[in-house]
């Protein structure tokens, strides 16, 4: 069991409810983040996203979501993710 967001393991249980069957409630003790047993989005490493964003960059965005089984969506998302990443880390152009 990890956390769907930021994929700690540090968890810990808050209370059960009930909605067709008993579900578990969970609290990440790293991010804050509550989320339910149920709840099971799929955490990709970074390396992964990496990847997966390099391949989509290549080969194109649907030819990428097919190879990975990610949803196009997703794929924008990181790209935009990673873009807005590299241009904070980018060195300030100099100015002349
Ligand atoms: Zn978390």
Redesign the pocket.
């Known amino acids: 069991m990890k ?1 769907p ?4 393991k540090e968890i810990i249980k808050k209370g059960k409810y009930w909605r067709n069957k008993e579900i578990q409630r969970y609290q ?1 003790k ?4 509550k989320f339910l047993e149920k709840y099971t989005r799929k955490v990709y490493t970074e390396e992964f996203k990496l990847e997966v964003c390099i391949c989509a960059v290549k080969r194109g965005i649907s030819e990428a979501s097919r190879i990975y089984n990610v949803p196009v969506v997703t794929i924008i998302r990181w790209i935009k993710q990673l873009g807005a990443k590299l241009e904070k880390e980018r060195p300030p152009l100099k100015k002349s």
């Open positions: 956390c967001y930021c994929g700690s990440c790293n991010c804050g983040k």
